[in-house]
């Protein structure tokens, strides 16, 4: 008999796990050695790497040496605590040992059966975290990839809401539905409107105040004006946390207007959300709680490796009645009693998301995740106190979280002088941040959200930024 082909030994494995256990380690240690942002032209790794895939097997040390000189190095490290750009997406020690056992079991959550303790894991997870969060038992829920996913799903879910419209059976067939979000909601809103077959011309942007907040009077009015316009408005999204400024929709009153007008009110709070584990802070979201769909993203300010996000509902019916299409071969006895949650979204297969979650709630404690969470705010803060103590610079929005906006005010063209500052300091290297846009002025931005990040990293950021605005 021919000796099996196989897979890796069960030795070579652990030989291989302790080198790989050992590279992981060192990595997070040396971490603040490294450039956060590295010194590479497009096309220089693909030019170090053979075009071609070896036909014969490699030994895993030539194959760990490559990574450890070829990728390792230039890749953009997001777990850098001087990574201050976009939003933090860390991952903690619990979390990545999750990963690696999640990818050990290879568990696919997509039905009870062929994943009994993942999906229960699961949905103690979804439990977990909305208690965290401060939301009633009333929400239900589940682990998504993305906020985009967890975002779209809720707006097929609203649609599916609509009385007598059928278009799971029918399709649009011309139907004007009309859904509402402020002018700084997130392109991922934009984009579901336009894969749920909503479209563009079927997204109406709501006008912000000074502060970058939905006017729920505003809303009001458009929905009026659509009504008589012969539009179905079908849903509204909140944002509580934008992308560029963090600003915080008034949920209580947009709530208000939904229920009134029986919308659908989807909460976007993929950043900002995780900070309701903070007591003091949770008064921030008020209104929240009336949802009918909410999307908070562990993967962004809870340390999570990338990817989780948590999607809670009030109607599980209904998501299940908008998405859920068993073919016969996926047919269980169990299926009455038991969540199959496949059922509930556009995957069929689904990655383990719930183990690292697990781990990593257990890990810090929900007290330890809270402290850190107050930490980052405090760090912004004061981030943000040195900028308004400085005249040469302002700040450009509150700071409700964890993220300052801010910009440099001197010289005569200001969006010009803070673009050069950023590209300066982003080209040091030692810092990298991003910008966005309010009011149509460019703007300087710094998020805070990384276990790592101390007041030594801020003051570090402070001074590069200063260094870059006078050179
Ligand atoms: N919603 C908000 C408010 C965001 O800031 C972002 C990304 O930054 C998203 C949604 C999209 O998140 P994801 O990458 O998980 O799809």
Redesign the pocket.
Known sequence: MPKPLGDMSPDEFRAAARRVADLAADYLDRLDAYDVLPRIEPGATRAKLPPQPPSAPEPLSAILDDYRTIVEPFITHWQHPMFMA??PSVASGPGILGEWLAATLNSNVMLWRNAPSSTELEELVVSWLRQMLGLPEAFDGMLT???????LLSIVAARHAVPGLRIREEGLSGRRLRMYASTE??S??EKAAIVAGIGRAGIRRIEVDAEFRMRPEALSAAIAEDRAAGWVPFCVVA?L???SSTSIDPCEALASVCAQERIWLHV?????GVAAVVPEMRGLFAGWERADSI?V?P??WMFTPF?A?LLLFRDPENFRDAFSLVPEYLKTREAAGVHNFNEYGIQLGRRFRALKLWMQIRWFGVDGIAARLRDHVRLARLFASWVDADPDWERVAPVPLATVCFRYRRGEDPDARNREILDRVNATGRVFLSHTKLDGRFVLRVAIGNPRQTDEHVARCWALLKEAAVT
Do not use: E
């Open positions: 976009y939003f990839d993305t906020a985009s996913i967890s975002s909601a997130h991922s809103i944002t946390g934008t992308t976007d709070a993929a950043y900002g999307v993203n993967h962004k990817d996000s």
